[in-house]
Each structure stands twice: as structure tokens, then as C-alpha cells.
């Protein structure tokens, strides 16, 4: 009888090993969900086994001893790489292809590596004051077509900052065997410096948005830092998802009553320097989070 419930409990991790090749090979979802769970289901039906073997009150000491020795690995990994948050599981697809849904990203509390400008205060409050930043990236007509411009979303009519100004393009995006042609923010000038967000080239970073901000309902937000502004000894920076076509200070609600607001470094948890495929699918099932977002059916392209 002992065999047979070690070979069930063997046979469920079977299962979920099972499910997780062929999420490799495949790239459904639903399969990396369903390994995800068997593996949970093997942890607890593990855990009933071992209960009626040894008693509740041994099980409940093993569990609180793993949650103890949990949380201590959590707090070394936290000192050791200099963050309170130092892994991070990836929930969306708005990093294609650098991240995938359901990676784990290791967090490292240092000096991120991206594009750098210095400007004076006053070019900055110019900026703020005018609302340049949420300036998005849209079509304008031009004579008889249609061209990328920047518009001022506040009142739907095409404009560009005084200090900073958004490079708007043209860009594919896929959805399974479908193309079409999208406006998207291809990178921003600052003080007539430019900075290309199309070579993909900044730090990957962890940032919290602020309580008042449009992603603040999301969670932690993983996406790539174009450039970092400096201002007066502050910094501030300007972050895009690889797959998203605009910064996130361009997204917007419909009323417009929300935004996002720069990202300054009191924000930022960390920056990415590991990343663990699939492992991320345990949280994901276990919080619930079975439907791939929309943007995972959606891959952006730069046209030339």
C-alpha cells in the first residue's frame, strides 16, 4: 500500500513532467497551466500521504520548517542582491522575446545600465508642465494619406514637446497569420538627443508603479529603461515593454484621467541578471492567472 502511494505520488510529477516537454516543444499555455498544476496537486497529495503516515502534527512541523526555511532564503537572497524583491515571475507578453510568460527573473539592486542624459531643472518642469511625456503616437493626415505623427491625447490634435519629443513609426503587428500596420513609439529625443528604443539595448528593470498611476492595478511592472533622465540629482526614466508599441508614460485610459507617471529610481526594485524559464507557471496557477493576456497572441515588429 506504501509503494502504491509513493508510485501515485511519482506518477503525478510524471504527469506534470510530461506537460511542461510538451509546453517546451509547443508553447501552449494551457499545457505549461496544466503541468503547473499536477505538480501542485502531486506537492499535496504528497503532503495527505505523509500526514497519515507520520500524523498531522509531524506534516505540520515539516510545513512550518519549509516555510521557515523559505522565508530565510528569501531575506539572504534579498541582502545578498541588494532588493526586497529579488525574484520575479514574468505574467504578461509584453517583453516578447526577451521574456516569456512564466519566467522568473533574478533581481539585482545596482546601477542600471542604459542611455543617460542630463537636464536642467527648468527644461524638466517645461516638460511636466506641457504633459510631454503622454504625448502618443498616432496618424495624422497628410494630403490624401495618412502618416505617424505625435499627438497631444488631451486634445486629440497632432504635437510635438519642446523638450521631449517621441520618433513616431510604423509598425507590424502580428496576430497568428495576420498582419496589420500600427502607429508606434520608435523612440524619443530629449534636448535633440536621440535614443532608439528599437535596438533593445537598456537594462531589463522591475519597477512598482505609483498608487495613482493607470498600472498601478497590474502589479510590479517588467519592461526594458530606454533612458535614464537626470534632473538635479534625481533620476528619472523612461521604460517601454519590448513588445508594447509605446513607453509606458504614453498609455492612457479612455477618459484620460489616467496615466503613468515617470518612473524616478525610488520605484525601481531591480534590475534583471538571470532569468529561469517556466517556473513562473507554479505562481501563475496558483494565483489564479489561467487566461493568456492579450498581448499574447500579438507579436510587434519595427518596419525599416
Known sequence: MEMDKKNKVLAIYAVA???????????????????????IIGVVYESMVSAKEKGFKNEIKEIIIAIIVAVVLWNVSAFALNTSSPFNAVVSCSMLNALQRGDVIVLYGGEVNTNEINITEHDFETMINNREEHYVCGFCKQGESYEPCSINPATGMKAEGDVLKYDCGACIQKYFNEEKIVACTKGVYINNEYFDATKKEGDIVVYRPKKADLFASIGDII?????KINVNGEQYYLIKGDNNPMFDVQAFDASLSKTNSLVNSSQLLGKSILTIPYIGYIKLVATGQFANPENCNTLMIYKN
Open 17 to 39: 513532467a510530461v506537460f511542461a516537454v510538451l509546453f517546451i516543444l509547443l508553447r501552449m499555455d494551457f499545457l505549461a497551466i496544466a503541468g503547473a498544476l499536477m505538480f
Open 223 to 227: 519592461h526594458r529603461s530606454i533612458v
